[in-house]
């Protein structure tokens, strides 16, 4: 049995969002009956929020950011000038055109290891956001829109989003079959734009969608899966699990605890998939459902029929 | 006019640019000065391209970056022998950034522009490891694993550092903050 200052200690890791997932169940269990808890985390969030708005917009100065930007080139004209010294000494004359292809390869390799690692970096903020937000949302349930229907959730994300949002798949929570509920969405910011971010309810478990234009991040990393011409991406973090996937030019995070993989079946987020299935996809697409299943696909505890392997279609 | 779009198109894709402001106010927290600030940024930059084929792929950019200047900064301190010099800093504001219909009033910003000054004054009378660690959770949002590896200590000694550096800052803010705490309820209410 914790003491009340052990949850006075929890308070400001559950704000930092440090607190472990099964404390922070423990925590919420015992905050929702505790009003001396429930009054210092106001108040410590508050004194948070007023801690971050004294955040000094500092901006580096004009100057400083052409020098570094000047140093990449540098670096980068470098590297790619030195190893085409080392092959014009290793090579003859005859084999010059193919000594500048390899010096050409290498420059164009340099740019694309930077671009890899700004949409490598660009990946992992999508993926933090999408996880902050989740938590938040623990916190702070409130809904910019509070509905059960796909359709009234995606008009009214169409017309406050600058990408032409679309939720995962049409039939989305519609569907009998599903154990998840749609509850409703609120926006967010990413990268400086809005952001949609979309809320299931199971009887245990919360799941979140944050969905933004690919222009913006790109799904990369973690556990690659691949179905019905979809990557997903699943990762854990702190006992959330993570699964991110671009379609049509959307990228998905869905973050949630429920267990991916465990037990190899659909029944966590579906009551019966095999039927769920035949109900909602063609043959053949059943088929593959099914052959994935077989093959313990990660993902397919938390994105079976609906959220992920239909997504935008 | 095209071409210089284009330049700065493909040179803002550059690895880890997007960081150089939240670097430079860090540097600028270290240093005191604007000119070892710069010096301080240029030089991550410069060990940050050497080493980037050294970076993990699950590694936190951002807090890649900041250990490298903070590793530069104690380097430099190791030299000079000496300890670190605080001098005041004229604060540099690049505008609030409010959002679209939700406009305050002037009195409003006269308010908060006050709470703002009367919390960075707070942050400045912590001392130089309380306001690091306040910098880089409150302002730069790492996590306290990333903290730690920024700090080169344990993530125990972040929670506990932050912890004193949070309740003291609050105590320097108590008479401020209760005002501002019962106005945020006014205002809720």
Not at chain 1, 36 to 48: G, I, M, P, R, Y
Not at chain 2, 12 to 41: C, H, K, P, Q, W
Not at chain 2, 89 to 96: L, P, S, V, Y
Request: glycine letters at 6%.
């Amino acid at each position: 049995m914790k003491s009340h200052e052990d949850y006075d200690t929890m308070i400001q890791l559950f704000i930092d969002e440090e607190l472990p997932e099964g404390n922070r169940e423990e925590f919420l269990t015992h905050f929702k009956d505790c009003g001396d808890c429930q009054k210092t985390l106001v108040e410590a969030e508050a004194f948070s929020e007023t801690v971050q708005r004294a955040r000094p917009q500092v901006q580096a100065p004009a100057a400083l950011r052409a020098r570094v930007l000047n140093q990449m080139d540098r670096a980068h004209n470098k590297a790619g000038l030195t190893a085409l010294a080392q092959i014009q000494a290793a090579v003859s004359l005859y084999w010059r055109p193919l000594s500048m292809a390899a010096m050409l390869c290498i420059v164009a390799g340099g740019g694309l290891s930077i671009s890899h690692f700004r949409r490598e970096s660009l990946a992992n903020d999508f993926i933090r956001s999408a996880v902050a937000n989740h938590r938040k949302f623990g916190i702070d349930t409130s809904l910019d829109i509070s509905s059960s229907s796909p359709q009234e959730v995606s008009s009214w994300f169409a017309q406050r989003v600058s990408f032409p949002f679309r939720m995962p798949n049409a039939g989305i929570a519609s569907d009998d079959h599903a154990k998840y509920k749609l509850m409703g969405g609120r926006l967010v910011d990413f990268g400086g734009q809005r952001a949609a971010l979309v809320v299931f309810q199971m009887p245990n478990n919360r799941i979140s969608l944050l969905v933004s234009s690919d222009k913006l991040a790109k799904a990369m990393g973690g556990k690659i899966t691949q179905s019905s011409g979809l990557r997903f991406h699943a990762r854990d973090m702190n006992e959330l699990h993570i699964a991110t996937w671009d379609n049509k030019g959307l990228t998905y995070a869905l973050v949630s605890s429920v267990a991916m993989g465990s037990s190899g079946s659909c029944s966590t987020c579906h009551r019966s998939s095999a039927t769920g299935v035949a109900k909602n996809k063609k043959p053949q697409d059943v088929v593959e459902h099914v052959l994935q299943a077989s093959e313990k696909n990660p993902l397919q505890e938390m994105i079976p029929n609906s959220v992920g392997v239909s997504a935008g279609r | 006019m095209m071409f210089q779009k284009v330049g700065l198109s493909s040179k803002t894709e550059a690895f880890g640019l997007e960081y150089i402001d939240a670097l430079y106010g860090y540097a600028l927290m270290l240093t005191r000065n604007r000119s070892d600030a710069e010096d301080l940024v240029q030089e991550t930059y410069v060990r940050a391209l050497d080493a980037k084929d050294r970076l993990r792929e699950d590694s936190n950019v951002k807090g890649w970056f900041f250990t490298i200047l903070r590793n530069l900064w104690l380097n430099q301190l190791r030299k000079r022998k000496s300890e670190p010099h605080l001098v005041e800093i004229d604060g540099q504001e690049g505008g609030a950034d409010y959002l679209s219909g939700n406009t305050p009033s002037s009195d409003e910003i006269l308010v908060a522009k006050e709470d703002v000054e009367q919390v960075r004054f707070a942050i400045r009378q912590l001392s130089p490891e309380f306001q690091e660690v306040i910098h880089l959770r409150e302002f730069e949002e790492l996590s306290y694993q990333q903290i730690a590896i920024v700090l080169s200590c344990p993530t125990g000694t972040v929670m506990s550092r932050l912890g004193r550096a949070r309740a003291k800052l609050r105590a320097l803010l108590t008479p401020t903050w209760s005002q501002t705490a019962s106005s945020g309820k006014d205002s809720r209410s």
